[in-house]
């Protein structure tokens, strides 16, 4: 592959969620997730950050129109995640622990399907301030 460019678009949701697994005790849960086991939930305000890259468009001279992935994000991340229950409210995280590493890997996969495949595509996904997951091409 040649040379490639990337660009970056930020979003936010708030959402909260439990750490837990559903077959272990209550104790162990505790051991293992700490406070984020509450059974009462915990919320943070996530933010993500997605780079697409690929080869600039020699006719409009962009890699992608930043307002369609400006639209994408909204809809694929921020109105789906937004002040939601993860764990009770969003059906990938029925069955799958909503770690900030699973968030990150259902945020690239919703957007993955609404891009051209031509683009490279990475996620990383803030939890808090220092941490992070990264995922993606």
Request: hydrophobic share 30%; aromatic share 14%.
């Amino acid at each position: 592959m040649g040379k490639t460019i990337s660009v970056y678009r930020k979003g936010h949701f708030n959402a909260a969620h439990r750490l837990y697994v559903r077959d272990w005790e209550f104790e162990r849960n505790k051991e293992v997730f700490g406070l984020c086991n509450n059974p009462y939930y915990h919320g943070h305000n996530y933010e993500i950050e997605v780079c697409i890259s690929g080869s600039i468009d020699p006719v409009t001279g962009m890699l992608i129109n930043l307002d369609y992935l400006k639209r994408i994000i909204k809809e694929e991340i921020e109105d789906y995640f937004d002040h939601k229950n993860l764990n009770e409210q969003v059906e990938e995280f029925k069955t799958l622990n909503p770690t900030v590493e699973n968030i990150c890997i259902v945020s690239y996969e919703r957007l993955r399907k609404k891009l051209d495949p031509k683009y490279r595509l990475r996620v990383r996904l803030y939890e808090t301030a220092r941490n992070y997951a990264e995922y993606g091409e």
